[in-house]
């Protein structure tokens, strides 16, 4: 019988790819005994700040402006739901229950590590949901990034108290009606347990999570489209050389380079005009490693900074002893933020420069390949209009680069005065990567499409496979047809990481 690895939460290391396993399932996260007991003694000390006279935030106190406003003994617990009621003003539709899920994962990591107060039957309660598929429902927009993502955040926790919303087995149903089905009642929230579930960053991690995971794939497609459209345009393989990139040696070129260069081995397109006249290509093909090399060091750049945020502790106050709480501000999204938008750039100038390539294998300048990729036009009006498409798709990225970061509207009546909108800057970058895709998608219709011209001759090793695969599921094409359809499929090649998948299994020493 196959058993899941076992991650520790609060005690090893997360990583993006160990958090999306967790989330999916095939690494199980769980508590250990030592855990539980650090995760318990920081309960036991907020119990007793609660049932003091001295004034903690959050804890026996309101929230934001509210922090002067003393609660009870007998109203901590009601305050606790309270703030999960008033803070759930989430609106729009619902972000993707992966990104859900990975929340939990993430927000389980944070508090694991014994400075929030949590109680252990919460976290458990939250790996309950985790393992029985029953993901809380997440509205998109209502967060600032900081007080952390308070509203996302509430609504994901709502089902603790039995409210809100779930996905189950490919519906949404009623918490109530779940939590009623399995036998369990809804939690009832110690002290400051309301504001260590909604204080924090977790659903921009979460997003930023994604844009890791989606974003290196795409560069991993964007190289090998890219090399694609240079055999097909019959580019020259002498700006991959490693010694000139060496004079300037940056990570992400270097790697790009190193990718053309094994894609184009063996191609006898390549060789079939070493020789030739041609003095230089446009930048499009000629410097691919400097494009896609900055969006690659934007991208390392994103996963560095994310790997310390998926292992801190972000809410607020945090508990060191009964004698120490500090209210502090580790849930402000500033520093995943700023680089959010940077790869949300990133991935927009990989369809800015693909884009440029469409363009160039429609103007039937390079040898052998017609005018709009297609050998009879007039009549026809060939590969034209999906360059129209792409250049849309890029065009609608350009807006959407604007960083959310450099943005900030004050909350909580000024107690609140700088908030990083890091919430908006994750959604932002993964629309930007799907809009990208789908650009991608186009550039190897058309790659393929040109690529097809050269015949008998044969493209690079890996390159070969790959078309190959293209021409399995998507035809030549000579005469003007319905072909949204036929871009679809290409795109969810990309999207679903085809390329990758063969160019591996082709040379496994391939490593984008």
């Known amino acids: 019988m196959n058993v899941n690895p076992i991650f520790h939460y609060g005690e ?32 036991a000390i907020v119990e007793k700040i609660a049932a003091s006279d ?44 992966s990104i859900s899920r990975l929340m939990l994962v993430l927000k389980l990591q944070a508090l694991a590590q014994g400075y929030s107060g949590i109680q252990e039957a919460t976290l458990d309660r939250m790996i309950w949901h985790l393992e029985h598929n029953a993901i809380p429902v997440v509205p998109k927009q209502g967060s600032v990034g900081a007080s952390g993502d308070l509203a996302p955040l509430s609504h994901l926790f709502l089902p ?24 369990l009642a809804p939690l009832s929230l110690g002290a400051k347990e309301g504001l260590a579930l909604i204080n924090g960053t977790q659903f921009m991690a979460a997003h930023a999570v994604k844009v890791v995971e989606r974003f290196g794939n795409l560069l991993a497609s964007a190289d090998i489209v890219a090399a694609m459209m240079l055999e097909g345009l019959s580019g020259s393989a002498k700006p991959f050389d490693e010694g000139l990139h060496l004079l300037r040696p940056y990570a992400g070129n270097l790697q790009v380079a190193a990718n053309i260069r094994t894609l184009l081995a063996g191609s006898e397109i390549v060789a079939s005009h070493l020789n030739c006249s041609r003095v ?16 690659r060091n934007a991208w390392q750049h994103l996963r560095e900074i994310l790997e310390i945020e998926l292992n801190s502790v972000t809410d607020n106050p945090v508990i060191f002893s009964e004698d120490l709480t500090i209210s502090g501000g580790n849930f402000h999204g500033q ?18 420069i693909s884009d440029r390539r469409i363009y160039l294998s429609l103007e039937g300048s390079a040898p052998n390949i017609p005018k709009l990729l297609m050998r009879e036009t007039g009549l ?7 360059q ?50 789908k650009i991608l998608g186009i550039e190897l219709f058309c790659a393929a499409q040109a690529l097809d011209y050269h015949a008998p001759l044969r493209s690079g090793t890996i390159i070969n496979a790959v078309q190959a695969y293209v021409r399995e599921h998507l035809p030549h094409i000579e005469e003007d047809q319905l072909m949204n359809e036929m871009m679809e499929t290409a795109i969810e090649m990309v999207k679903q990481g085809q390329l990758y998948r063969i160019a591996k299994e082709t040379d496994p020493n391939f490593n984008a």
Do not use: W
Not at 54 to 78: E, H, Q, W
Not at 380 to 386: C, T
């Open 160 to 183: 603790l108290i039995g409210l809100g919303k779930l996905h189950h087995e490919g519906k949404i149903v009623p918490t109530a009606e779940l939590l009623t089905k399995h036998g």
């Open 280 to 295: 230089q290509d446009p930048y499009s093909l000629r410097c691919i490693p400097q494009v896609h090399g900055a969006s």
């Open 380 to 386: 026809n009006s060939g590969f034209m209009i999906l």
């Open 335 to 352: 520093p995943i933020a700023m680089p959010l938008d940077y790869a949300c750039l990133a991935a927009s100038e990989i369809g800015n």
């Open 54 to 97: 001295k004034a903690v935030y959050g804890i026996n106190t309101g929230f934001g402006p509210l922090c002067t406003t003393m609660i009870s003994a007998a109203d901590t617990r009601k305050l606790q739901e309270n703030i999960l009621k008033s803070h759930a003003v989430g609106i729009g539709e619902a972000i993707e229950e």
């Open 12 to 43: 090893e290391q997360l990583t993006t790819d160990l958090a999306l396993q967790i989330s999916t399932g095939a690494v199980k996260g769980i508590l250990s005994a030592a855990t539980r007991i650090k995760i318990n003694k920081s309960s």
């Open 388 to 437: 129209y498409t792409s250049a849309a798709l890029a065009s609608e990225n350009k807006g959407l680069c604007f960083p959310a970061s450099a943005d900030s509207i004050p909350t909580s009546l000024g107690q609140e005065d700088h908030v990083s909108m890091g919430s908006i800057s994750g959604r932002k970058a993964l629309q930007v990567i799907d809009n990208v895709e």
